[in-house]
Antibody, heavy 124, light 108 residues
Framework: EVQLLESGGGLVQPGGSLRLSCAAS????????MSWVRQAPGKGLEWVSS????????YYAGSVKGRFTISRDNSKNTLYLQLNSLRAEDTAVYYC?????????????????WGQGILVTVSS | DIQMTQSPSSLSASVGDRVTITCRAS??????LAWYQQKPGKVPKLLIY???TLQSGVPSRFSGSGSGTDFTLTISSLQPEDVATYYC??????????FGQGTRLEIK
């Protein structure tokens, strides 16, 4: 069974930093691209960042580029998101999501399994 | 930037009704369009990708169509468990991986 479990969220002041982790199990982690998608309270979905299975390619939304860093440790089956220079508008539930692989094709930006999400609150 | 606009923002329909949700892209995106379902208090679930390909395990009452700028998600016979917010997503170019604003579906 595919499981994704996020951790590391919490309350942080504007300008502060936080590192989110996503522990994966139930599949061959290194085979799949992984992503972070966030959802502000009562709002819609916003793609944040993605990383290829090997970790060699990374992608960012314009709203977080230069402030957030995605990475992964395939030996630990864990995905990370380093959040720096946080702003109030970064307040959201952050979901870890796996890239879809179907019929021999893998899609970095389609998400077939999602974690339960972790809340990040940026406030003074 | 390419904008994704869903309509309606919310709708109410009766069990058994045929329901259609529309997603319009401000520029053509070929068929790089997916649909997700998010039930209240739950995580999103992928329903359809490549505009019309049903994700494994999704009931056949869900279908998708369209190409270019205009896309639709259709539920052929609405069930109580379909109460959710539905999002379209374009995935044709980075960093513009964009979701629509969502359509909230309720039972009348």
């Amino acid at each position: 069974e595919v499981q994704l479990l996020e951790s590391g969220g919490g309350l942080v002041q504007p300008g502060g930093s936080l590192r989110l982790s996503c522990a994966a199990s139930g599949f061959t982690f290194s085979t799949y691209a992984m992503s972070w998608v966030r959802q502000a309270p009562g709002k819609g979905l916003e793609w944040v960042s993605s990383i290829s299975g090997s970790g060699g390619s990374t992608y960012y939304a314009g709203s977080v580029k230069g402030r957030f860093t995605i990475s992964r440790d395939n030996s630990k089956n864990t995905l990370y998101l380093q959040l720096n220079s946080l702003r109030a508008e970064d307040t959201a539930v952050y979901y870890c999501a796996r890239g879809l692989c179907s019929g021999g094709t893998c899609y970095i930006f389609l998400f077939d399994y999602w974690g339960q999400g972790i809340l990040v609150t940026v406030s003074s | 930037d390419i904008q994704m606009t869903q309509s309606p923002s919310s709708l109410s329909a009766s069990v058994g009704d045929r329901v259609t949700i529309t997603c319009r892209a401000s520029q053509g995106i070929s068929n790089y369009l997916a649909w997700y379902q998010q039930k209240p208090g739950k995580v999103p679930k992928l329903l359809i990708y490549a505009a019309s390909t049903l994700q494994s395990g999704v009931p056949s009452r869900f279908s998708g169509s369209g190409s270019g700028t205009d896309f639709t998600l259709t539920i052929s016979s609405l069930q109580p468990e379909d109460v959710a917010t539905y999002y379209c997503q374009k995935y044709n170019s980075v960093p513009e991986i964009t979701f629509g604003q969502g359509t909230r579906l309720e039972i009348k």
